[in-house]
């Protein structure tokens, strides 16, 4: 097996989950654009046309961070069960590749299944009540 081959593409996965990570995280969220759009209301004249509509819109979107954005959580427990079964599955994997078992390319596919559709299903944010469970 070439090592250096594996070790390449995981590096350029790796760097690519980092990028998209830093994008992501750049990305003005909520408050952010609330007190930037709050800068725009102070900078436009008083006598302007859209000042009541910015006004509005500031508004809703507070309103908006209020009731979904702070209630809105990640399964931190969903994601960890999914990522031990994919580590799992990797395991067999490899050990499927070494030695050739069809059973293990079977429970490896199984273990792969069930990580790839918990992350699917945990890692976005959710609406849920004061306790963690979704609403």
């Not at 390319?105 to 979704?134: I, K, N, T, Y």
Request: proline share 1%; glycine share 8%; with cysteine.
């Amino acid at each position: 097996m070439d090592w250096k081959a594996i070790a390449t593409v995981a590096v350029g996965v790796i760097g690519l989950i980092g990028v998209m990570a830093q994008r992501r995280c750049n990305r003005a969220q909520g408050r952010d654009r609330a007190k930037a759009d709050l800068d725009r209301l102070a900078l436009l004249p008083e006598d302007s046309s859209v000042r009541e509509e910015l006004r509005n819109h500031i508004d809703e979107t507070i309103r908006h961070i209020i009731s979904v954005e702070d209630s809105e959580r990640r399964d931190g427990f969903g994601i960890t069960l999914a990522s031990v079964f994919l580590i799992v599955s990797a395991g067999f994997a490899y050990y499927f590749i070494e030695h050739s078992g069809w059973w293990l390319a079977l429970a490896g596919a199984f273990f792969l299944v069930f990580g790839l559709v918990g992350l699917a299903s945990d890692v976005p944010r959710r609406q849920s009540d004061s306790q963690g469970r979704r609403v």
